[in-house]
Nanobody, 121 residues
Framework: QVQLVESGGGLVQAGGSLRLSCAAS????????MGWYRQAPGNQRELVGL???????NYADSVKGRFILSRDYAKNTVYLQMNSLKPEDTAVYYC???????????????WGQGTQVTVSS
């Protein structure tokens, strides 16, 4: 199994910045894409951004130009730098990873527990 542990959420004023971190541990053989989703109250979970094992990124239109994904491959960690935050960015942010536990296994989707990000106006 693979565990994802998130950190870095909190309360920030509009226009401010936060950086989220997500570290994968456990039986990690390889990790393909890693990234973040978010879910605001009453809304469905939505993609924020993903970064592949070749550092290709894909962002939701709502965060393009404000959020930046990066990976530390030695630490199996993905970071989400969030700048120019808006009240509508308020949500629980979930880390996501497509990982394999050994050479013969298929890539499986794993989720973190979520971290709250609140942006005040």
């Amino acid at each position: 199994q693979v565990q994802l542990v998130e950190s870095g959420g909190g309360l920030v004023q509009a226009g401010g910045s936060l950086r989220l971190s997500c570290a994968a541990s456990g039986s990690v053989f390889s990790i393909d894409a890693m990234g973040w989703y978010r879910q605001a109250p009453g809304n469905q979970r939505e993609l924020v951004g993903l970064i592949s094992s070749s550092d290709r990124t894909n962002y939701a239109d709502s965060v393009k130009g404000r959020f930046i994904l990066s990976r530390d491959y030695a630490k199996n960690t993905v970071y989400l730098q969030m700048n120019s935050l808006k009240p509508e960015d308020t949500a629980v942010y979930y880390c996501n990873a497509m990982a394999r536990v050994d050479y013969y296994s298929f890539s499986t989707n794993y989720w973190g527990q979520g971290t709250q990000v609140t942006v005040s106006s």
